[in-house]
């Protein structure tokens, strides 16, 4: 997909809070389980809860983590405060990935971005954020390891994941989505419809030369420079075309 011009590229808010609040709630989700996993392989199992509680005291304070505080209580805000701040952070880095086209040139930079991403958050909010409000207990009372873990794999990969995955999005959220259906066996016959992506003509052959290393094949090349036709592994076609060679 030709990538726009910095002038092309345009503020979608909508598009940001479709891509970013699921992929914030799956990757929240991940998160918390393995915090909580983690919490009662290191301290036991009455530890489990406790990554919960210490998210609800950002809004109920160090309360939140006495045991005399209830579970419901605690562990009820720590949810909602970690659901609502994982979907904000889904919707930010799908704005990043919408507005810097580097960052979402490829599946792989999807996953790194949103990995940097993750761990750039736990820095912020453990060193900065926690310090400037008084959450003394997150960078005092975690495993840095485990920090480190959580939120660059298991929150920062997974929202990037779930943002690319069995779906071929356009990076800057301004086009259409395309599923392709799991088939049991290839399909023999011609395909009654396919795509055309047309691309700047000095690039063409990259693009077919990638899609054939992701697992592709060239159909046909008996037009080319004016179109090439691929397939993936199940026969989907789909034609890469530039301007050249017209009849």
Excluded at 103 to 110: E, N, P
Excluded at 184 to 204: E, G
Aim: with cysteine.
């Amino acid at each position: 997909m030709q990538q726009p011009r910095a002038d092309e590229i345009r503020v979608e808010i909508g598009a940001w809070l479709r891509y970013g609040i699921p992929a914030g709630i799956a990757a929240g989700i991940v998160f918390a389980m393995f915090e909580m996993i983690m919490a009662a392989v290191l301290d036991g199992g009455d530890a489990f809860f406790m990554p919960l509680r210490m998210i609800g005291g950002i809004g109920l304070g160090k309360t939140a983590l006495d045991p005399a505080t209830s579970l419901l209580t605690a562990g009820g805000a720590g949810l909602v405060i970690h659901m609502i701040l994982s979907m904000m952070y889904g919707v930010v880095v799908a704005a990043a990935l919408s507005l810097v086209p580097q960052l979402s040139a490829s599946r792989t930079a999807v996953l790194v971005s949103a990995s940097v991403a993750g761990f750039a958050l736990w820095i912020l909010n453990f060193y900065v954020f926690a310090q400037a409000f008084g959450w003394t207990w997150f960078p005092n009372n975690t495993n840095a390891a485990v920090q480190f873990f959580a939120h660059t794999f298991f929150f920062g990969a997974v929202l990037g994941y779930v943002q690319v995955t069995d779906v071929l999005v356009d990076p800057h959220f301004e086009g259409p989505t395309f599923w392709f259906q799991q088939m049991d066996a290839p399909r023999p016959q011609r395909n009654r419809i396919h795509l055309d992506v047309t691309v700047p003509h000095d690039v063409a052959e990259e693009r077919v030369a990638a899609a054939v290393a992701a697992g592709g094949r060239i159909v046909s090349d008996d037009r080319a420079r004016a179109f090439w036709v691929l397939a993936d592994p199940e026969g989907n076609e789909a034609c890469v075309c530039t301007w050249q060679d017209r009849d």
